[in-house]
T-cell receptor
Framework: DQQVKQNSPSLSVQEGRISILNCDYT??????FLWYKKYPAEGPTFLIS?????DKNEDGRFTVFLNKSAKHLSLHIVPSQPGDSAVYFC??????????FGEGTQLTVNP | DADVTQTPRNRITKTGKRIMLECSQT?????MYWYRQDPGLGLRLIYY???????NKGEISDGYSVSRQAQAKFSLSLESAIPNQTALYFC??????????????FGPGTRLTVL
């Protein structure tokens, strides 16, 4: 049973435009959410996170939005750059549990 | 120098062989994890360890074993490799004491192929 789902395996956007990556979860106990970015031949690296007590967290070009009632979070990248091309994983956790990852979304930013 | 290293980076082996993947970290973190990544399935937790004397099964531990030889070292063994264990394997660390338990730091991965 996939508790964290990223329904879009891939996303392609033009440089300078907004990239929106989506993630849905089913477990209402999750209270902390993270996004990781992965380049080929490298391990995932932490990008941004959000606690369930917030609905938005911003870090430079990256903003994560959380909609608890819909059990949905999204990552916005504005403006998108070619160097943002990578696989993005969302992950969720609750106290005492381990991280649960989504399947990943391949983002391609075209020059 | 990388904070989390994995050896080997690539390995091809045959069905039935025993294989060990090794992970070392210089971050001084207390917690270490082993994941596998398969296309369309994301990262799935195999085993994790909160300190040297602590070993816990993850969601897909069957066919695998681990050893935490020291705080800095965490090895993953495939006792008798089978083709469906062909995957990309990642080691990760985190540190509860520094409030970084949820943020995990990953190694570069080991690509394992079982023929």
């Amino acid at each position: 049973d996939q508790q964290v789902k990223q329904n879009s395996p891939s996303l392609s956007v033009q440089e300078g435009r907004i990239s929106i990556l989506n993630c849905d979860y089913t477990n209402s106990m999750f209270d902390y959410f993270l996004w990781y970015k992965k380049y080929p031949a490298e391990g995932p690296t932490f990008l941004i996170s959000i606690s369930s007590i917030k609905d938005k967290n911003e870090d430079g070009r990256f903003t994560v939005f959380l909609n608890k009632s819909a059990k949905h979070l999204s990552l916005h990248i504005v403006p998108s750059q070619p160097g943002d091309s990578a696989v993005y994983f969302c992950a969720a956790v609750f106290s005492g549990s381990r991280l649960t990852f989504g399947e990943g979304t391949q983002l391609t930013v075209n020059p | 120098d990388a904070d989390v290293t994995q050896t080997p980076r690539n390995r091809i082996t045959k069905t039935g062989k025993r294989i060990m993947l090794e992970c070392s970290q210089t971050k001084g973190h207390d917690r270490m994890y082993w994941y596998r990544q398969d296309p369309g399935l994301g990262l799935r937790l195999i085993y994790y360890s909160f300190d040297v004397k602590d070993i816990n099964k993850g969601e897909i531990s069957d066919g695998y074993s681990v050893s935490r030889q020291a705080q800095a070292k965490f090895s993953l063994s495939l006792e008798s490799a089978i083709p469906n264990q062909t995957a990309l394997y990642f080691c990760a660390t985190s540190d509860l004491n520094r409030g970084l338990d949820n943020e995990q730091f990953f190694g570069p991965g080991t690509r394992l192929t079982v023929l």
